[in-house]
């Protein structure tokens, strides 16, 4: 069967942009894994964040920043289609500092990124508030937390219903998705690309590799850089607990339905998803530091993902040189920059203009063979 | 981290198999550690039986049969822990890291061998109505009153199918609460079986006649019994006040405040699944059981014995408890001749134990599309308060397997953690895909698998 996209992944980028394509009119055909792959979509915070992204990075942070600001409108437009909350909130979040050193290398970060572009200084708004002003934000907030840098363009949804309603509309928009089909190559051919799978064969004029950590297998086939990574994220859900009038941390935030989700932990252990008894325990010890009164709330669960990093952290949006037609996108904030993919992203490659419009995040910086 | 605890092996759980491996395992000279959820040792077969509440005319004699175990096992050299949990395993090279919860906290353990004998758990089986107050399952009703001796105020509805209902129910005729009837959804002609399977029915003839002097005790009682109930609903405002049941070709009808229910029982699967055990689609037991060796081992450095293995009842389990714990004595000694004896011997008894079980699945074999014929109204995830319609909407969606169905829809996240409602999920997804339950598989089972609060975790933290 021949469609206009073949897109490969069906994770939270690779149906945020297909659903940008399928809006649009394009034929799109999603090729998803199995129902244990590895899927940091499963595996993330739900929040929709602009603190701390780009350190060092401009474009990264304007980018995190504008996408922040489409991110209601998306929220709601989904919501219209496909009658599923996905609980999003932008009242701001506060990024915690435990001591008066994490505080002070925290402030000189942000000041120094707002020099560095002037969008942001005139945009990126934030605040450092010591533990007595965050009180308000941050009701039941524990003794020895020192502060934290407020910013209004933080949020979070319920990333797991992010996924459902963009499957959902997906769907709804003709979307063909064909779950346990897992990619063995990419090969280029007359009309375009050509996707073997165990089973069958795929074939679309374009070809859009979202597979998290399988472009390193998958991207190099189409002369794209599959320089991605893992890296080990453990988190805790507790049991349902009455609601606070709290803004999300990235710490730990409580959830629309109740339970507080705590996280995460970074670590590079390789493929290695599972949980270690030291770091459920660290995580427990650091949320009971923030709201003592979780030291009563009931573990429901604690599970292991792991997300996808490329060496400096920035998204990664790449055109093939040598074979036009082929993409490869890979970010960490997938769930961040979904309004972005839906909406920007997915126009640069229906004009085929992605490396044009966004050049800064183009794999050149990282000197791969895509462009030899 | 607190300090670090060592054992040789460790046994999980203090059933028939747990008991039987853990005394077996001292006789060789091995002390195990034995960590059991319970307050007692006797697992839920033997639950209570230390100090009776129940005498023997109200159990039955099988209840009683677990006294000499109970005896051995208090008397060997064992290093006991009731009211512990296991929470988190782990497996490494050397062994197995446990993270353990009891009065006092949370201990993290290192062991060189592990058997699991955490038992079954009964299968739930949705029907709408079933999340009301006064709808419970008979097992659960069973300990109430193997514990405390309790029977229902009122006279209760029995509604299932397999030999604990009928066991309940002539428990409570003994102790002065007859039910009100017996919904059983086991065809008559099913009860006819045992002529098929001649071989089955003579090995497990023990099982037959007390099933049919069971069920004439009930008839005699004046118990109504109603064979082939094909569909089943509870319905009340705030609690169950009435049981509708559907029976040859019509509805009936009748007012109760309580409704016991009974549809088998299934290997307890957390912990197992936690450490990565495999486990395989059963069709006779319709669940899914670990993968076992001959020496009953799952992996490299643990064993499951007992009905986490497989259902085979308690005298089964005893003697697998036993069979893993010869398999676990890794040490060569001048008894070597006598062990393969022994385990000869107890593979024997075992194989003709064993002969009833195909009969007695084929007996109670349970309808495989009952879940995708109920209403969409029915929950299926009692947690989280999750319907059939909204899975199936999810799955329509693209939620293609069991763990994308429980990231759509929040099915199995509740504090049950999936216990519920795993294989009913794996049910619905092999109906609908028109695909066997292997290839649809099962959820990653997460830690905790047993109830742990934040601040005993927090307390276990090294910088704390």
């Not at chain 1, 206009?4 to 998803?32: E, T």
């Not at chain 1, 859900?237 to 709290?246: A, S, Y």
């Not at chain 2, 005790?217 to 405002?237: D, F, M, Y």
């Amino acid at each position: 069967m021949q469609s206009d996209f073949l897109i490969i992944g069906g994770g939270v980028v690779g149906m945020a942009v297909a659903y940008g394509l399928a809006r649009d009119g394009q034929r799109v055909s999603v090729l998803d894994e199995s129902d244990d792959a590895f899927r940091a979509s499963r595996g993330n915070a739900g929040l929709t964040w602009v603190q701390g992204k780009g350190l060092g990075m401009p474009h990264y942070a304007e980018l995190s920043l504008d996408a922040s600001l489409t991110w209601p409108a998306f929220a709601a437009e989904l919501e219209a289609r496909t009658a599923i909350d996905i609980e999003h909130e932008c009242r701001g979040g506060v990024d915690l500092c435990f001591d008066a050193s994490e505080a002070k290398v925290r402030q000189r970060d942000y000041a120094k990124l707002q020099l560095s572009s002037r969008h942001l200084a005139q945009h990126f708004r934030w605040e450092y508030l010591d533990r007595q002003a965050l009180q308000t934000y941050l009701p039941g907030l524990g003794e020895s937390i020192h502060g934290g840098t407020w910013s209004p363009h933080d949020g979070h949804c319920n990333p797991l219903h992010l996924l459902r309603a963009l499957h959902a509309a997906c769907r709804s928009l003709g979307l063909e998705y064909h779950a346990s089909t897992p990619v063995l190559s990419l090969s280029p051919c007359l009309n375009g690309f050509r996707a073997a799978t165990p089973d069958s064969e795929f074939h679309a004029e374009r070809v859009i590799v979202a597979a998290g950590l399988g472009a390193r297998n998958l991207a190099p086939m189409l002369g794209l850089s599959g320089t991605v990574r893992p890296v080990r994220g453990q988190m805790l859900v507790t049991e349902r607990m009455p609601r606070v009038e709290q803004l999300p941390t990235p710490q730990l935030r409580q959830t629309a339905t109740g339970g507080y989700l705590i996280g995460d932990t970074h670590e590079e252990v390789g493929f290695d998803k599972g949980v270690s008894l030291e770091m459920m325990s660290c995580l427990a010890d650091r949320a009971v530091r923030i709201y003592p009164f979780l030291r009563q709330a009931r573990l429901i669960r604690a599970w292991g993902a792991l997300r996808i990093m490329t060496p400096d952290g920035a998204p990664l949006y790449e055109a093939s040189s040598r074979y036009p037609g082929a993409y490869n996108l890979n970010c960490h904030s997938g769930i961040s920059l979904a309004a972005f993919h839906a909406n920007e992203l997915a126009r640069a490659i229906i004009d085929d203009r992605l490396e044009e419009r966004w050049s800064a995040f183009s794999g050149a910086r990282f000197n791969v063979p895509a462009h030899c | 981290m607190g300090e670090l605890c060592q054992a040789e092996i460790a046994i999980i759980g203090a059933g028939p198999a747990g008991m039987a491996a853990a005394i077996r395992l001292t006789q060789a000279g091995i002390r195990p550690v034995v960590f059991d959820m319970g307050n007692a040792p006797g697992g839920q077969i033997y639950r209570q039986l230390d100090v009776p509440v129940i005498g023997e005319t109200l159990s039955g004699t099988d209840y009683y049969r677990g006294r000499d175990l109970l005896g051995d096992f208090s008397r060997a050299d064992i290093d006991y822990r009731p009211r512990s949990q296991v929470w988190w395993g782990q497996c490494e090279s050397d062994g197995v890291s446990l993270g353990v919860v009891d009065a006092a906290g949370v201990s993290r353990w290192h062991v060189k061998r592990m058997l699991l004998a955490t038992g079954s758990m009964e299968r739930s089986w949705p029907f709408p109505g079933w999340q009301l107050p006064g709808s419970m399952q008979a097992g659960a009703a069973q300990i109430l009153f193997k514990e405390g001796g309790l029977v229902p105020e009122a006279s209760p509805v029995l509604a299932g199918s397999g030999p604990l209902l009928y066991l309940l129910a002539w428990q409570y005729c003994r102790a002065g609460c007859a039910p009100q009837r017996i919904l059983d959804t086991t065809p008559a002609s099913r009860y006819r079986l045992p002529l098929r399977y001649l071989r089955g029915a003579w090995q497990g003839r023990h099982y037959l006649v007390k099933g049919a002097r069971m069920m004439l005790a009930l008839k005699r009682a004046g118990v109504p019994i109603h064979h082939g109930v094909e569909a089943l609903e509870a319905t009340g405002k705030h609690r169950v006040e009435r049981v509708h049941y559907y029976w040859r070709g019509h509805w009936h009808h009748q007012d109760t405040s309580l409704v016991l229910t009974h549809f088998g029982v299934v290997p307890e699967p957390q912990l197992g699944r936690a450490i990565g055990i495999p486990y395989d689609w059963h069709e006779g037991q319709q669940c899914f059981l670990p993968e076992r060796n001959r020496s009953l081992q799952a992996r490299t450095r643990v064993w499951v014995a007992g009905d986490g293995g497989g259902i085979g009842g308690a005298l089964n389990a005893e003697r697998e408890g036993r069979l893993a714990a010869l398999s676990m004595l890794t040490i060569p000694t001048n008894d070597v001749a006598d062990r393969k004896r022994e385990r000869r011997r107890l593979e024997q008894r075992r194989a003709t134990d064993l002969a009833v079980r195909p009969l007695l699945e084929a007996m109670f074999r349970l309808p495989s599309h009952w879940l995708s014929e109920q209403p969409d109204t029915t929950l299926v995830c009692r947690c989280e308060c999750v319907s059939l319609g909204e899975l199936r909407r999810a799955i329509e969606q693209g939620a293609a397997g069991p763990n994308q169905l429980k990231a759509f829809t929040r099915c199995g996240m509740g504090p049950c953690q999936g216990r519920e409602c795993g294989e009913s999920v794996t049910r619905l997804l092999s109906t609908v895909q028109a695909l066997p339950p292997q290839e649809i598989g099962y959820y990653q089972v997460r830690p905790p698998v047993q109830a742990l609060s934040l601040g005993e975790l927090a307390a276990t933290a090294t910088d704390a």
